[in-house]
């Protein structure tokens, strides 16, 4: 059965209209029952576009006298063949699957920092991709949950093969990290080819996770769950990553593997962590390009929301230069501080300038939030008071906790101004 799109979560606050790869159904169809196939009106859809597939057309019965309604989705662009899918099935050394890897870490760190959403189901059948544009959708929030520290939850949660070993072992207080672990799987298995723990049950699971990972210690399944307390498990070696996987396999892309697999969650990296590891920096290449010869997806459009804490080392490489223009609200992270001496360093001088009164200047200069009035206006003999200008903005901004001016172009940030 294929995903017709997000619905809410019970537990889930309603998160901002942004355009981060997560779809919500319109509230009237959140509790909407699929009838079963045989009643169901299937159309085969044959090409090469993206609406290629299965389309369903189901009737949700309409509540409170509202009328009937007739809605229609996807399945087998949603299912493909196999684990992965059609969409999956390229090598992995194509750029335009490190692309789909990276926007699911992307989404990831939107639910896990932004939301405070767990989503607790990651696998490839949850996993949309336009095999054309390479958009890449989150899908299936049924099991999705805003975790609070110290409440309880199911650990019988997330999917067999892409199912952290603290769920194994019973813990009902983890963390977004078991998110993590079933993105590493999702990872391995697109190297491999193949799922890298294909456990038949709950202990044959941990079977092969033990043949990979070795027997975990006392330590690491105290940090997996403090109340288990039975250690009667045959020691075995970890299996060196190295050999997993194809000798000619990136040694970045093994790493990344390596770090997100991890016992003990509080080892594994954080989704944010994931977007910055080497085994991205081919797509901080300004030259780089998908498999088809086209542009690169927009992959550093970040919201001013989604890098809130951010420390600045970490938006440094998370924005390659050439895509920092993007970011309008990255100019305040100009302004490096030490976080223990409070020492304030003022960095980037690529566009500093000694102004010579009488001698023009480009107007066309500083990023669009922080941007002086006289430059809107096209002015090319200004001062140093447009810095003054910025640095208000700065100010502004700490004190709203978001930009002052949000202008989406140079007249909309006049307008942004004159409000």
């Known amino acids: 059965m294929a995903s017709v799109g997000v619905a809410p979560a019970s537990g889930m606050r309603e998160p901002s209209n942004h355009n981060v790869g997560v779809d919500r159904l319109p509230e009237e169809m959140n509790d909407m029952k699929i009838r079963d196939d045989k009643e169901m009106e299937a159309t085969v859809v044959d090409g090469n576009g993206t ?14 006298g509202q009328p009937k309604q007739t809605i229609s989705y996807m399945a087998e662009r949603v299912v493909g063949h196999g684990s992965f899918g059609v969409v999956f ?13 990276k926007k699911i870490f992307r989404a990831l760190s939107y639910i896990h920092r932004c ?11 949850n996993l949309l991709v336009n095999p054309h544009t390479h958009q890449v ?39 977004t990290a078991i998110d993590i672990w079933s993105a590493g799987c999702v990872l391995a298995e697109l190297l491999l080819g193949q799922p890298l723990f294909p456990g038949e049950s709950g202990v044959d699971q941990l079977v092969e996770i ?19 307390t039975e250690f009667k498990f045959p020691q075995i070696k970890a299996h060196p990553w190295h050999k997993i996987f194809h000798k000619r396999m990136p040694p970045e892309a093994v790493d990344l593997v390596s770090r997100l697999l991890q016992y003990s969650p509080n080892l594994r990296c954080s989704a944010l962590d994931a977007l910055i590891h080497p085994f991205f920096d081919e797509l901080r290449d300004p030259n780089s390009r998908l498999p088809n010869g086209r542009f690169l997806p927009p992959l550093f459009n970040f919201k001013s929301h989604e890098l809130k804490g951010v420390p600045v080392e970490i938006l440094v490489k998370l924005i390659p230069e050439h895509a920092r223009k993007q970011c309008p609200f990255l100019a305040i992270a100009l302004v490096q501080v030490n976080p223990h001496t409070h020492q304030v360093k003022l960095c980037d001088f690529g566009s500093a300038k000694v102004l010579v009164k009488g001698e023009p200047n480009i107007s066309y200069i500083c990023s669009g939030y922080y941007r002086a009035p006289e430059l809107i206006f096209g002015a090319t003999e200004y001062t140093t008071a447009i810095d003054i200008w910025s640095a208000g903005c700065v100010l502004a901004e700490l004190l709203l906790g978001q930009p002052l001016f949000p202008g989406e172009s140079g007249v909309d940030q006049l307008v942004e101004i004159i409000k």
Do not use: W
């Open 89 to 101: 099935q390229a090598k992995c050394l194509e750029t335009g699957e490190t692309v789909a890897i």
């Open 137 to 175: 959708k989150l899908c299936d929030f049924g099991s999705a949950k805003v975790l609070v520290k110290g409440e309880p939850n199911i650990s019988y949660i997330c999917s067999r093969y892409y199912r952290a070993p603290e769920l194994i072992f019973g813990a009902t207080e983890y963390t």
């Open 210 to 228: 033990i043949k990979v990972l070795g027997t975990p210690t006392r330590e690491e399944i105290k940090c997996m769950n403090p109340n288990y």
């Open 51 to 64: 609406e290629t597939g299965h389309i369903i057309v189901t009737t949700i019965g309409g509540r409170n």
């Open 115 to 125: 939301i405070g959403v767990c989503h607790r189901d990651i696998k490839p059948q």
